[in-house]
């Protein structure tokens, strides 16, 4: 089984290459950037309280995400395995999503993170709120915001990966197929 997180700050191309990872490979896509959009969607009660932490670029409590990631690990208990797409954001939910693996006799096989700089995030976010319509995309402010967020309360999430002796960084800026091949050569180690 492969399970797979993609890391890295708001922007890195996380979505982006979790839609080519999941294309070439039989895996079940995590993202809880996703599942919260959808439950603002639905216009649940997650939902309306998910909206105004995200409108403002702060991090949803980890007990809603880690409730969202446990129901979704019992509906593909038998997957060939997962990418984590936008979680773990916190050294809290990466305890709980070994966990909640470990009751699968499951754990992580690594963390892929994508290295980008704050320049070249904040013009990517930029440049998808022109068309995305997400509220978060929307101005400078709240994508520094964003990227504040992930410095403070995401960053040691590698460290806790670093530690295991999971963690594999990968240059995020250039072509999207040439860092994609650059994640398949990191799933081929791996899964030797
Ligand atoms: P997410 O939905 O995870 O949003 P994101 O980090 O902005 O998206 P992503 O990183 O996937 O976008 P991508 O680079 O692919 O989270 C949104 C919010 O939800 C968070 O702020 C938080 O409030 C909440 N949330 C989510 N998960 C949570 C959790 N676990 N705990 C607590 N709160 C949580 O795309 C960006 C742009 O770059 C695109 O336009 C793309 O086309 C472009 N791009 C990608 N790769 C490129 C490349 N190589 N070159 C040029 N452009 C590229």
């Given at each position: 089984m492969l399970n797979?997180?993609?890391?890295?700050?708001?922007?890195?191309?996380?979505?982006?290459?979790?839609?080519?990872?999941?294309?070439?490979?039989?895996?079940?896509?995590?993202?809880?950037?996703?599942?919260?959009?959808?439950?603002?969607?639905?216009?649940?009660?997650?939902?309306?309280?998910?909206?105004?932490?995200?409108?403002?670029?702060?991090?949803?409590?980890?007990?809603?995400?880690i409730g969202m990631i446990e129901n979704k690990l019992k509906d593909h208990h038998d997957a060939a395995g997962f990418i984590f797409d936008g979680f773990p954001r916190t050294v809290k939910q990466s305890e709980a999503l070994d966990e909640l693996l470990a009751r699968y006799d499951e754990s992580i096989t690594v963390m892929i993170a994508l290295v980008v700089d704050d320049q070249e995030l904040s013009a990517r976010l930029l440049n998808r709120g022109k068309t995305s319509g997400r509220p978060d995309d929307q101005n400078e402010e709240l994508i520094n915001k964003r990227i504040q967020e992930y410095n403070n309360k995401t960053r040691p999430v590698a460290d806790y990966y670093q530690q295991q002796g999971k963690f594999v960084a990968i240059d995020g800026i250039g072509e999207i197929d040439f860092i994609f091949e650059e994640i398949t050569k990191t799933i081929a180690r791996v899964s030797q």
């Open positions: 797979l997180v993609l890391f890295g700050p708001p922007g890195a191309g996380k979505g982006t290459q979790s839609e080519k990872i999941i294309a070439k490979y039989n895996l079940i896509h995590l993202s809880t950037g996703d599942l919260l959009r959808s439950e603002i969607q639905a216009g649940s009660e997650l939902g309306l309280r998910a909206k105004t932490l995200m409108d403002q670029g702060i991090l949803v409590p980890d007990e809603v995400v």
